[in-house]
Nanobody
Framework: QVQLAESGGSLVQSGDSLRLTCVASRPGFIIDVMGWYRRVPGNERELVGTITSAGTISVSEVVEGRFFISGDYAKNTVYLKMNNLKPDDTATYYC???????????????WGQGTQVTVSS
């Protein structure tokens, strides 16, 4: 299995910045894509952005220009730098990975437990 551990969530004020970190433990797996989602209670989980093992980055238009994804696949780590945070960014942020077993092609989805980001106005 792939285990994902997020860190960095906090209570901040509007306009502040935060960096979330996700570290993957992946014995026997190859990770093809890592990324971040967020969810507000009562809403669907929303894609924030992804980064592939080839370095291709995609960020949601909702946060583009304020949020930046980076990663170091050699360290099984992905980061989410969030600038100019707004109260609407308040959510639980989840790390996600698509990974496959060595020698297999089927991609499996894995999720972290989530880290809470709360932005006060």
């Amino acid at each position: 299995q792939v285990q994902l551990a997020e860190s960095g969530g906090s209570l901040v004020q509007s306009g502040d910045s935060l960096r979330l970190t996700c570290v993957a433990s992946r014995p026997g797996f190859i990770i093809d894509v890592m990324g971040w989602y967020r969810r507000v209670p009562g809403n669907e989980r929303e894609l924030v952005g992804t980064i592939t093992s080839a370095g291709t980055i995609s960020v949601s238009e909702v946060v583009e220009g304020r949020f930046f994804i980076s990663g170091d696949y050699a360290k099984n780590t992905v980061y989410l730098k969030m600038n100019n945070l707004k109260p609407d960014d308040t959510a639980t942020y989840y790390c996600h990975a698509k990974a496959r077993r060595y020698g297999r092609s089927q991609l499996l989805n894995f999720w972290g437990q989530g880290t809470q980001v709360t932005v006060s106005s």
